[in-house]
């Protein structure tokens, strides 16, 4: 039998994001508050701990955006639609301004089986279909919180979830893979190069395309 889907407000808490004024100072050094933004979540919805930048100071008055293991962080300024879910390494993290919050009713909702619904295509689909067009996508907590949920029992959602998982688990394998492959690649290029390629010392022009290029500790900008 076919089941009436639900609102996913009716089943979650959705939270709003934090104010865009309060990131002006994220950092990759240094102690502070970590921060979940939208480069953070990968292609299978996982959150890279040991990628996330840090709000310096006190946390204080930010409690109402803390993340626990078993919410989902949705991008909802630019690339929305894009989904992850906090795991157990999570930590007194936050969420950025571009993101919303969704806290699972895990008596009602699988977070695992909400993740892998949220990222289904045609559901995104749906969620592009509320999004506020304009210099920058967006969506409203409002609009996601009348997002139409299909909503197995229970037990099958947890079902599909651990099955799904394990989906999951080999994309994460394969993508570490590439990763390590790309590099090696670049490696043996640059030795088969050898002394051809001229150095980076001498072959960059001075002035101003240097320091464009220059690493940087403080990265604002890095959204998706």
């Known amino acids: 039998m076919t089941r009436t889907p639900v609102l996913l407000g009716d089943v979650c808490e959705v939270t709003p994001s934090p104010s865009s004024d309060l990131f002006s100072e994220l950092t990759a050094d240094g ?11 990968s292609d299978t919805r996982r959150i890279d701990a040991q990628a996330l930048r840090r709000l310096p100071g006190d946390s204080v008055g930010l409690e109402r955006f803390r993340l626990r293991p078993g919410d989902l962080v949705l ?12 795991g157990e390494d999570a930590r007194d993290w936050i969420y950025h301004a571009s993101c919303i919050r969704i806290r699972p009713d895990e008596e009602q909702v699988d977070p695992v089986y909400l993740s892998s619904y949220l990222a289904h295509p045609p559901v995104v689909d749906e969620l592009l279909s509320h999004v506020h067009v304009g210099t920058v996508p967006m969506l409203t907590a409002g609009s996601l919180k009348r997002l139409p949920l299909v909503l197995p029992p229970l ?14 688990l080999q994309m994460d394998v394969h993508h570490r893979m590439l990763a390590r492959l790309d ?6 290029f640059a030795r088969m190069l050898g002394d051809e390629f001229p150095s980076t010392a001498t072959s960059r022009p001075a002035g101003p395309l240097l320091e464009r290029r220059a690493p940087r500790t403080r990265r604002t900008n890095r959204m998706s």
Do not use: F, N, Y
Request: charged share 20%.
């Open 183 to 188: 590099a090696l690649r670049q490696g043996m």
């Open 31 to 41: 102690e502070g508050t970590p921060v979940v933004t939208p480069a953070d979540i």
């Open 155 to 168: 037990h099958k959602q947890r079902l599909m979830a651990g099955a799904l998982g394990e989906v999951s």
């Open 75 to 86: 991008v909802r300024l630019g690339r929305v639609g894009r989904v992850g879910l906090v």
